[in-house]
């Protein structure tokens, strides 16, 4: 409809004829009922959004907070509060409009009128629900994260929202044209053409992205998380993107991966691990004590036990080398706020302090060695001539 059009139906609109299709009585009566369920609709969004909150503030209020205080509402932690405003005030909205167009279709006016009522508040309706959804879908994405414990704020998927708010706006958006009158489904052909054509010239652009909403819907690892991929390269992830994802090596070097190549190879993660099992393969000379090996349990136990972050497991005689005898050492390492690296420095200190406990108990640890045995050479001559004759009569007695 163009405005030539709605000027001209606003300059012949009689007034006259519209109030003898619709008599006083039945406009105070059409009035009336839309006030009525207008104070129901506010009245039922405010007692649902009371309610819940005060549901969420038993959940999670703390000694002496009241559920009505605003910064304690900010600290909640049941759910996001500027959210669930934002869909209390969608729903609303989407309310108030559906009770003015039951209004004004209850009203008689010519065929003309009715289509313009009609398509405008048909768009302004699909607004408002484009408004509530886009409200609505990231609210409940949160609660679900919050039972998982953690928020859409703090969370990756927060990187989807704004192809799911593209999504919404694109169905909201089909559903006006629609009912404008045009062909959607040639539209819709037509961008289907265009999406097949931009695929095939962006594979490894749209392969990267859907490995991207891969790893946000399954995930393997966490934005602080220590990986190692398959190829050896490995690194904490310090960022991820529609198309790459950064590492963050022990050398402080930036690793910059293809996001299909986080999804379509091995990939070990050691972020999520609570504590780390280390295993000291410990080589002692065989010239050590006996009563020095049997005490070496105990003195492995107090080295390990001396880090608060370090829990002893065990410790033995495992086998008998070549060159020294093998003692097996197995601690575990709690998770600790550096990762990786903290997890390293430990293993260091742990390391240090057996060598110095070992200098200190006077324990040596043993290496690869070779001795070498000198024996007289003039009896080695004596036996070889005697074993050459053996030989000779040997021979001599076979002959005859």
């Given at each position: 409809m163009n405005p030539e059009t709605i000027a001209r139906l606003l300059e012949y609109f009689d007034i006259k004829q519209f109030f003898l299709d619709n008599s006083p009585l039945k406009l105070a009566m059409i009035g009336v009922i839309m006030v009525i369920m207008l104070i129901g609709a506010n009245f039922l969004c405010k007692f649902i959004q009371t309610r819940l909150e005060k549901y969420v503030a038993a959940k999670t209020q703390g000694p002496g907070q009241h559920p009505d205080d605003k910064s304690f509402r900010a600290e909640l932690g049941g759910m996001d509060f500027k959210l669930f405003e934002q869909v209390i005030k969608g729903s609303k909205?989407?309310?108030y409009l559906c009770i003015f167009y039951w209004g004004l279709c209850r009203l008689v006016v010519g065929p003309a009128y009715a289509d313009a009522v009609k398509i405008i508040f048909t768009a302004w309706c699909i607004w408002a629900a484009i408004q509530f959804f886009n409200a609505f879908v990231p609210f409940n994405i949160d609660l679900y994260l919050r039972r998982r414990g953690t928020t859409l704020k703090t969370s990756q998927s927060r990187s989807l929202m704004p192809i799911i708010k593209?999504?919404?706006?694109?169905?909201?958006?089909?559903?006006?044209?629609?009912?404008?009158?045009?062909?959607?489904s040639t539209i819709i052909a037509g961008l289907g053409i265009v999406g097949v054509?931009?695929?095939?010239?962006?594979?490894?652009?749209?392969?990267?992205?859907?490995?991207?909403?891969?790893?946000?819907?399954?995930?393997?690892?966490?934005?602080?998380?220590?990986?190692?991929?398959?190829d050896g390269r490995a690194g904490d992830?310090?960022?991820?993107?529609?198309?790459?994802?950064?590492?963050?090596?022990?050398?402080?070097?930036?690793?910059?991966c293809a996001n299909s190549e986080m999804t379509k190879?091995?990939?070990?993660?050691?972020?999520?691990?609570?504590?780390?099992?280390?295993v000291v393969n410990i080589g002692v000379?065989?010239?050590?004590?006996?009563?020095?090996?049997?005490?070496m349990?105990?003195?492995?136990?107090?080295?390990?036990n001396s880090f608060p972050q370090c829990s002893f497991d065990r410790a033995c005689l495992l086998s008998f080398g070549n060159s020294n005898l093998n003692f097996e050492l197995l601690y575990l390492v709690s998770e600790q706020r550096g990762g990786i690296r903290d997890f390293m420095n430990t293993r260091s200190q742990v390391n240090i302090a057996i060598l110095e406990r070992f200098n200190n108990e006077g324990i040596s640890m043993a290496y690869p060695t070779e001795h070498v045995l000198f024996t007289d050479l003039s009896k080695a001559e004596d036996?070889?001539?005697?074993?050459?004759?053996?030989?000779?009569?040997g021979k001599s007695g076979v002959s005859q």
């Open positions: 909205r989407l309310l593209g999504i919404i706006w694109a169905i909201g958006l089909t559903f006006l044209l629609d009912n404008l009158g045009f062909h959607v054509a931009v695929g095939l010239a962006g594979q490894a652009i749209l392969a990267d992205f859907f490995s991207y909403i891969v790893i946000l819907l399954d995930k393997p690892f966490r934005i602080g998380d220590h990986v190692e991929l398959g992830v310090e960022y991820m993107g529609p198309k790459t994802t950064h590492l963050r090596n022990l050398d402080d070097d930036l690793i910059v190879g091995t990939l070990i993660n050691q972020g999520s691990i609570h504590e780390r099992v280390v000379a065989y010239d050590t004590p006996v009563d020095l090996l049997k005490k349990s105990d003195i492995l136990r107090e080295v390990v036996a070889r001539a005697a074993l050459s004759n053996e030989e000779k009569n």
